[in-house]
C-alpha cells in the first residue's frame, strides 16, 4: 500500500529522473573513451562526495551519526558498488543495451521487499517476474555482438547492479523514512567517496589528462554525470522513496530505456528488433510486478 497517494509532484520527479538517468548509460560510454572502469567509477563517487561535503556540514547537526552503518550499506548498494559494475560492463556492452537491462530494477525491488520486508506477492506477480528476466535473458544471450556489444555476457553485470539497487531502495523505505532525502544521499556518499577519490591520484590519470588533452572530455562526462546524474537525482529519488514506495520509486526504469535508446540511435549504435523486444517484455513485466 503506498505511503501517500501518487500526486502530480511525485510522478514530476519521477519523469525527471527517468530523463536524466537515462542519459546516463550514453556519459559512461563517452568517459570510457579516455578513462578505465576502476577510475570512471572512483572519479563518480569522489566528485559527488566533494560535491555533497558542504551539505554534509550544514546539516551535521542534525544527522543520527551513529547510522553510519547504515549509510555506508545505502551508499555502496546505491551507487558504490553499481558505479564499478556498470563501468566494467559499458566496456563491452552497448550504452542503449546496459539502459535496457537497468530496467529490471523495479522486479528486483519487489523480489527483495517479498522476501526480506514481507511485501504480498501473488501469482500475476510471479508472471511478471518470469517475463521481466525473459526480456533480460533475450538481450543477453540471443543477442550478436554487433547490434548488442563486444560480449553481451558482460549484461550479468549490470543484473547484479539492478539488485544492488533494489537493496538499498529497500533499506531507505525501511530505515531512513523519516530522514531528510539530502541527508541521505549526502551521507551516503561522503562514507564511501573519500577512499575512491584517494584511489584515483595513485593511478594513471593525472599523466593521462596532462599529456592528452582530449581526455578532459571523458572527464567533462563523469562531471556531468556526477552531479546531475548521482548528486541532484539521488536527492529527488530518496525524496521520490519517501513520499510514494519503494517499488513506485523504482519505476523510473520506464522512461529510461526509451532515452538511453535514443542516445544509441543519435551516436551510432546498431539498433534491432531484439533491442524492441527485450525492452517490452522487460517493461511488460515490470508494469505486471507493480500492479495491485
Given amino acids: 500500500m503506498d505511503?501517500?497517494?501518487?500526486?502530480?509532484t511525485s510522478w514530476a520527479i519521477m519523469i525527471?529522473?527517468?530523463l536524466v538517468w537515462g542519459c546516463s548509460f550514453i556519459l559512461i560510454k563517452k568517459a570510457l573513451i579516455f578513462l578505465d572502469p576502476v577510475q570512471l567509477a572512483c572519479l563518480r563517487l569522489g566528485i559527488s562526495s566533494i560535491a555533497f561535503a558542504p551539505v554534509v556540514f550544514y546539516y551535521r547537526n542534525e544527522i543520527n551519526w551513529s547510522d553510519w552503518p547504515k549509510f555506508i550499506a545505502v551508499g555502496l548498494t546505491g551507487s558504490g558498488i553499481p558505479a564499478f559494475l556498470f563501468s566494467f560492463a559499458?566496456?563491452?556492452?552497448?550504452?542503449?543495451?546496459?539502459?535496457?537491462?537497468?530496467?529490471?530494477?523495479p522486479i528486483w525491488t519487489l523480489i527483495i521487499g517479498i522476501f526480506i520486508f514481507r511485501l504480498s506477492f501473488n501469482n500475476r506477480k510471479l508472471v511478471g517476474v518470469?517475463?521481466?528476466f525473459l526480456g533480460a535473458a533475450s538481450l543477453i544471450l540471443l543477442g550478436s555482438k554487433k547490434s548488442l556489444g563486444d560480449n553481451p555476457l558482460f549484461g550479468i553485470y549490470i543484473i547484479i547492479a539492478t539488485v544492488c539497487y533494489a537493496i538499498s531502495v529497500n533499506m531507505v523505505q525501511a530505515f531512513f523514512s523519516k530522514a531528510k532525502p539530502v541527508i541521505i544521499s549526502s551521507m551516503s556518499f561522503f562514507m564511501i567517496g573519500p577512499p575512491a577519490l584517494v584511489y584515483v591520484v595513485f593511478t594513471d590519470f593525472v599523466q593521462v589528462v596532462n599529456t592528452n588533452p582530449a581526455?578532459?572530455?571523458?572527464v567533462g562526462a563523469v562531471t556531468l554525470l556526477s552531479l546531475m546524474g548521482t548528486v541532484m537525482a539521488s536527492i529527488l529519488f530518496y525524496n521520490l522513496v519517501q513520499r510514494?514506495?519503494?517499488?513506485f520509486a523504482s519505476t523510473v526504469t520506464y522512461l529510461m530505456p526509451l532515452i538511453a535508446l535514443a542516445w544509441g540511435i543519435f551516436d551510432?549504435?546498431?539498433i534491432t528488433w531484439l533491442h524492441y523486444a527485450g525492452m517490452a517484455?522487460?517493461?511488460?513485466?515490470?508494469?505486471?510486478?507493480?500492479k495491485n
Fill in 215 to 218: 581526455a578532459w572530455y571523458s
Fill in 268 to 270: 551510432g549504435e546498431h
Fill in 90 to 105: 559499458q566496456t563491452q556492452v552497448s550504452s542503449s543495451v546496459a539502459g535496457l537491462l537497468n530496467s529490471l530494477t
Fill in 130 to 132: 518470469i517475463l521481466g
Fill in 16 to 18: 525527471f529522473l527517468s
Fill in 3 to 8: 505511503k501517500n497517494p501518487i500526486d502530480n
Fill in 281 to 290: 517484455t522487460i517493461l511488460i513485466g515490470v508494469y505486471i510486478t507493480k
Fill in 244 to 247: 510514494t514506495t519503494a517499488v
